[in-house]
C-alpha cells in the first residue's frame, strides 16, 4: 500500500516536471506554421471610403509591427471607392516612370525584435476604371530605397467591374531575399497606363471586400523566435 502510494506520487512528480518543462520551452520557442500574416479588408467594422490616408492591417500577427497601407505621392486620392482603398494615378507609360512619378501603394513587413519571418505568398484584388491606370508590378525592398521586381512580366488588368478582380497569386516563397529576414520589408505596387489624369473614371486600386468583410490584400508566411 505505501509502495503503491509512493509510486503514485513520483509519477505526479514526473508528470508536474514534464509539463514544467513543456511551458518554459513554449515561452522560449515560436514557431508558426504558414499562415496569414497580414491581410486587409475594407468593409468592417465600418466601410471604407476608399480616399483615407493610409488604412492598417485588419489581421496583424502578433509578432509584428502594425502595418498601414498607404500611397506614394503620385497617387491622388480624390475619388472613392466605398469597401476599397484606391487613387487616381499619373499618365505615366511604364515602371521606370511610375517610379519616378512616386505612383505606387505600399506597405511593410516588419518583425519585432528577436523574431524573423519568411513570407509564402501575396494575394490581392484589384479595381480599375476605364481610364485608369491598369498595368501593374509589385517590387519589394530590403532598405526602403532600392526596389526589386517581382515576377517575370507587369500584369494588366483588362477587366472594369465594380467589385475588382482577384489578381493571380504571387509566389514569394521562391525569393530567397524574403526567406528568414529580420528586417523591415517594404513592398510597392506600382501602377501606370491611364489614358488621362482628368475625368470620373481613373480611379485604381484595392477592394472591393464584400459586405461581410473578405479581405483585398493577404501576405501568408511563417515567424519563428531567432
Known sequence: MKLNLMCRHLLSGKQLAFVSI??????????????????????????????????????????????????????????????????????DENYDDAQKSNAYFQFEVNPKTGYEVSLTSLDAILRRQEQSAHVYRWAYSLDGKNFVKIGDADVEITFTGNNGIKQQTINLSSIKALQKVSRKITFRLYAWGALTNQGKAIAFGFGKSDAKGSNALVVDGTITKK
Open 22 to 91: 513543456i511551458f518554459i520551452a513554449s515561452i522560449g520557442f515560436v514557431n508558426i506554421s504558414n499562415a496569414q500574416l497580414l491581410a486587409w479588408q475594407f468593409a468592417l467594422p465600418q466601410a471604407s471610403k476608399g480616399t483615407e490616408a493610409s488604412i492598417n492591417a485588419t489581421t496583424n500577427n502578433q509578432f509584428l509591427e502594425i502595418a498601414q497601407l498607404t500611397r506614394g505621392e503620385g497617387v491622388q486620392p480624390k475619388q472613392g471607392n466605398s469597401r476599397g482603398f484606391s487613387g487616381n494615378f499619373g499618365v
